[in-house]
C-alpha cells in the first residue's frame, strides 16, 4: 500500500470514527458507564502488540474472548468491526443506524449497543457505547495480517492515565 493510499485510508477511519461519535452524542447512551478495577487494585500492566505501528491488546467482551482490538484513543465508543460478533456475544437489544460520509457517500449500516461489558486484564466497564459494523467496511485483519475486532479508546481509558512502552511493549 503506498502512501496516498494510507493517508485515504486513515481519513477515511477518522470520519467514520467521528460520524459514530456524532450518533452517540445526538441519540446518546441509555446506560450509564461504570468504571473498575477488581480488588483494591489501583494500576495495572498490559503487554501489547505492535503491528504496523498500531498497538494491539486483548481484551473480553461480555465474558467471551480474548479478541484483538486496536488501542485509538482518539476514538470516544467501542467500535466493533467483526459483524459475527452479534450472534458470538449473544446480543439482543440493538438500535440500527445508518452512517453516512465515507469514501464515496455511501452509507454504512450499523447496531448501536449499550449492553457490552468489556475488560482488559483486571480493569472493566460496563455499559461502554458500542458501534457494531453490519460490514467490515476496514478490512483491518487483512491489512495488518492478523486477526482484528474492533477498536477500542477513549470511553475506556478516560479513567485513568495511560504510559504507553514502545521498548517493551507494555500499557502502564
Do not use: W
Not at 48 to 77: E, Q, W
Not at 122 to 128: L, M, R
Request: net charge positive; glycine share 10%.
Amino acid at each position: 500500500m503506498k502512501f496516498g493510499q494510507q493517508t485515504i485510508k486513515v481519513t477515511t477511519i477518522a470520519l467514520f470514527v467521528g460520524a459514530i461519535l456524532f450518533q452517540f452524542v445526538v441519540f446518546g447512551s441509555c446506560l450509564a458507564q461504570s468504571f473498575s478495577f477488581s480488588g483494591k487494585q489501583k494500576k495495572n500492566a498490559l503487554d501489547f502488540d505492535l503491528v504496523k505501528n498500531l498497538i494491539i491488546i486483548p481484551l473480553t467482551i461480555n465474558g467471551k474472548g480474548p479478541y484483538n482490538f486496536i488501542l485509538d484513543t482518539g476514538v470516544g465508543p467501542l467500535i466493533i468491526t467483526e459483524p459475527t460478533m452479534v450472534d458470538t456475544l449473544g446480543l439482543k437489544v440493538l438500535r440500527n443506524t445508518k452512517i453516512y460520509g465515507l469514501g464515496k457517500g455511501e452509507e454504512v449500516e450499523a447496531f448501536l449497543s449499550g449492553e457490552i461489558n468489556v475488560n482488559i486484564k483486571d480493569a472493566g466497564i460496563k455499559h461502554i457505547p458500542t458501534a457494531i459494523l453490519k460490514k467490515d467496511i476496514f478490512n483491518l485483519s487483512n491489512y495488518l495480517g492478523v486477526k482484528i475486532h474492533g477498536i477500542i479508546g477513549y470511553y475506556f481509558f478516560n479513567s485513568f492515565v495511560v504510559k504507553v512502552n514502545y521498548s517493551t511493549k507494555r500499557l502502564i
